[in-house]
T-cell receptor, first 113, second 113 residues
Framework: GENVEQHPSTLSVQEGDSAVIKCTYS??????FPWYKQELGKRPQLIID?????GEKKDQRIAVTLNKTAKHFSLHITETQPEDSAVYFC????????????FGQGTRLTINP | GAVVSQHPSWVICKSGTSVKIECRSL??????MFWYRQFPKQSLMLMAT?????????EQGVEKDKFLINHASLTLSTLTVTSAHPEDSSFYIC?????????FGQGTRLTVV
C-alpha cells in the first residue's frame, strides 16, 4: 500500500517569511494529493489539493507543487501570518480498492510575530 | 462543501464499558466511510474502511472484535469501542468522500477512566 513521508516535523518561521513542507509518496499510481490544516482538537481542514495531471496549483498565499517522477509534493505558504500556526498534514490517495487517504506524519508550523 | 457530522464530540467512559460513535453524511450518500484514530501529537491513522451493506475492512493491527463497525445505511456508519481501556483513549475521526474530496467529521475525544 501507499506510504507517505512528511518533513519537517516542526517548522518555525518569522511572520512574513515563507514556509515549505515536503512529502514523498511510494505508490506511483496515487493520483490525488490534498493538504490539510488541523488546529488542536479540531477536524482536518482541506487547504489545497492537487491531482496528478497538474504540476502546480496556487490559491492566494498557498501553493502546492507535484513532481510525479520523483514522487514528491510540497506545500508553500508565503507571507506567513500568526493564524497560519497549526499542524499541517499531506496525504496521498490510493487508486485501488476503497481509495484510502494515507497521511503523512504532520508538521507543526509556528509563526513567530 | 459536503457535511459529515460525528457524534458525540467527546465522551468519558469507565474501563470495561462500550462506547458508540456515529458518523453521518448529511447531504450526500456515502457507500464508503473511513475511521481514523489520532493520538496526541500524532498523525491520523486509518483504522478501518466502512462499507455500506458489507463487512468493514480493518487495517493491519486493528482488532475487529474490539472496534465494531456497522454501516447500515448510505448515510450512517457507527464505530463501537468494546470493553474500552485507558489505552483506547484517543481522538477518533470519521470521513466520507464526496466526488473528489474527503470530508471529515468533527471528531470524538474518547477518554477511558
Amino acid at each position: 500500500g501507499e506510504n507517505v513521508e512528511q518533513h519537517p516535523s516542526t517548522l518555525s518561521v518569522q511572520e512574513g517569511d515563507s514556509a515549505v513542507i515536503k512529502c514523498t509518496y511510494s505508490d506511483s499510481a496515487s493520483n490525488y494529493f490534498p493538504w490539510y490544516k488541523q488546529e488542536l482538537g479540531k477536524r482536518p481542514q482541506l487547504i489545497i489539493d492537487i491531482r496528478s495531471n497538474v504540476g502546480e496549483k496556487k490559491d492566494q498565499r498557498i501553493a502546492v507543487t507535484l513532481n510525479k517522477t520523483a514522487k514528491h509534493f510540497s506545500l508553500h505558504i508565503t507571507e506567513t501570518q500568526p493564524e497560519d500556526s497549526a499542524v499541517y498534514f499531506c496525504a496521498a490517495r490510493e487508486t485501488q480498492g476503497a481509495q484510502k487517504l494515507v497521511f503523512g506524519q504532520g508538521t507543526r508550523l509556528t509563526i513567530n510575530p | 462543501g459536503a457535511v459529515v457530522s460525528q457524534h458525540p464530540s467527546w465522551v468519558i467512559c469507565k474501563s470495561g464499558t462500550s462506547v458508540k460513535i456515529e458518523c453521518r453524511s448529511l447531504d450526500f450518500q456515502a457507500t464508503t466511510m473511513f475511521w481514523y484514530r489520532q493520538f496526541p501529537k500524532q498523525s491520523l491513522m486509518l483504522m478501518a474502511t466502512s462499507n455500506e451493506g458489507s463487512k468493514a475492512t480493518y487495517e493491519q493491527g486493528v482488532e475487529k472484535d474490539k472496534f465494531l463497525i456497522n454501516h447500515a445505511s448510505l448515510t450512517l456508519s457507527t464505530l463501537t469501542v468494546t470493553s474500552a481501556h485507558p489505552e483506547d483513549s484517543s481522538f477518533y475521526i470519521c470521513s466520507a468522500t464526496a466526488p473528489g474530496e474527503a470530508f471529515f467529521g468533527q471528531g470524538t475525544r474518547l477518554t477511558v477512566v
